[in-house]
């Protein structure tokens, strides 16, 4: 299968931070995404959720202006997710938005709004169903400890679901005009055979799912979460979830691999009211940098209330973000991870773009005396400057007194920094090289 995606690629990897939207009708119980597998929530008990969505406050226009502030240029939002709640006016169930006391089609005014603001679309799909009749029993279900339940698996035929599927992403990806990225969730591995599927490719048809996509959306990306790591056509980027790697991921060969981090600013996807494990702005910037520094991009996730709206956390957090990608953000767009030759100094990330030559030296934690150094830089650059106020940043050679305890060679680069750290979360130096 021939990939036509070149393009989108490389604005996404340029574009490193997105948003992603989990929301549906457990926003309502507000006890996480996955409460009706958790609890083990009947159909007819989950109905009460279904009943009650009426998102009065939804907004997406004001969404796309936080996804703005705070610097993100793609999202990605779940049109179903695991509870199988689809957020559109689909032809193939029932069990959709529309049916519901809202009425109206979620899908369109977010693409509608989002695009209009200039921000690249993406969506989100589960594979995963706890709602659909031909769905077989798994360790996921939430009917999983119900011999009844089980027993109808007999007469399950997931060959019918798999046809759904495709049906259901042919028309999120034939009705909303241009789409960036599927995001897949997910593959379910087998804890009893290492390596192996409880449901995977064969389940899914991953094969003529991905087929699918690219002939719908010839530009389109697809993450990895088909069951298809061994083709080269069956994915695009990798999506490390819920941690942060130590660095960049390659191929067989050495090569780096694109992927993308999501993460929660709390424990849950979505909207969660007990949850209280909040990262902080300085937190969720570094691991912005972080990301960007091995070559990776950022999804941070949103779970929007029962209403429609934002959490105060998170808009607290997206406004916070967005101060710093004001004067920081050309550290971040079109930048990865600096030449293997030069290390980041003590407390720092590199960040490096190879258009402009530029060097980012992110600081994590302000050096006492003001004086960082990095090794492998000496003679090597032309200007530097704080890069939220462009003040210059001079050199300042080891004297020679100083040598007595330490030698600087010549490839050591030493800068003078103000001993006040500046007044932003992380001061950035903005390194012109040869
Ligand atoms: C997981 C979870 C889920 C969330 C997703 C985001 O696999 O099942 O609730 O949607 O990760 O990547």
């Not at 202006?65 to 999202?75: I, L």
């Not at 959709?96 to 693409?111: A, E, H, I, M, S």
Request: charged residues 25%.
């Amino acid at each position: 299968m021939e990939k036509k995606n070149q393009e989108t690629m490389k604005l996404w990897q340029r574009n490193r931070f997105g948003m992603f939207i989990h929301w549906g009708i457990y926003a309502l119980p507000a006890r996480h995404e996955w409460v009706k597998s958790r609890e083990q929530i009947s159909d007819a008990d989950y109905q009460k959720y279904f009943d009650h969505f009426y998102p009065d406050l939804y907004d997406p226009a004001e969404w796309a202006d936080y996804c703005k502030k705070a610097g993100m240029k793609y999202v990605v939002l779940t049109t179903k997710h695991h509870d199988g709640f689809c957020l559109w006016d689909t032809k193939l169930t029932d069990w959709k938005v529309t049916n519901t006391p809202w009425g109206k089609d979620l899908l369109r005014p977010y693409v509608d709004a989002f695009r209009a603001a200039g921000i690249r679309i993406g969506l989100y799909h589960s594979i995963i169903d706890w709602h659909h009749p031909h769905y077989t029993t798994d360790r996921t279900h939430p009917r999983r400890d119900c011999e009844e339940h089980k027993a109808g698996d007999a007469n399950r035929d997931m060959g019918i679901y798999a046809e759904y599927l495709r049906g259901q992403v042919s028309e999120i990806l034939t009705d909303y005009g241009e789409i960036d990225m599927i995001f897949f969730d997910f593959s379910i591995s087998d804890p009893d055979n290492p390596g192996k599927y409880q449901k995977g490719r064969n389940e899914w048809q991953s094969e003529k799912l991905v087929k699918t996509c690219r002939e719908l959306q010839p530009g389109i990306l697809i993450n990895d979460r088909l069951d298809l790591q061994e083709f080269d056509w069956g994915w695009d980027f990798t999506t490390p979830e819920q941690f942060m790697l130590r660095k960049c991921p390659v191929d067989g060969k050495g090569n780096p691999i694109p992927w993308e981090t999501c993460q929660t600013f709390s424990g849950a996807w979505g909207y969660h009211r007990d949850e209280n494990t909040w990262k902080s702005t300085e937190q969720l910037l570094k691991m912005l940098i972080d990301t960007v520094s091995k070559g990776g991009n950022l999804l941070l996730n949103v779970g929007p209330t029962g209403r429609g709206e934002f959490d105060y956390r998170a808009k607290d957090r997206l406004l916070g973000m967005g101060e710093w990608m004001d004067t920081h953000a050309r550290s971040i767009y079109g930048c990865t991870q600096a030449p293997d030759d030069i290390a980041a100094p003590q407390d720092c990330r590199l960040t490096w773009n190879p258009e402009t030559k530029r060097l980012y030296v992110h600081i994590f934690s302000w050096p006492p005396t003001g004086e960082l150094y990095i090794e492998g830089l000496g003679g090597k650059v032309k200007y530097a400057q704080l890069l939220h106020d462009a003040s210059e940043v001079l050199e300042n050679p080891r004297a020679k007194w100083q040598q007595k305890w330490e030698l600087a060679t010549e490839s050591t680069y030493t800068m003078k920094l103000p001993i006040r750290k500046p007044n932003c979360i992380v001061p950035v130096v903005e390194l012109f090289l040869d």
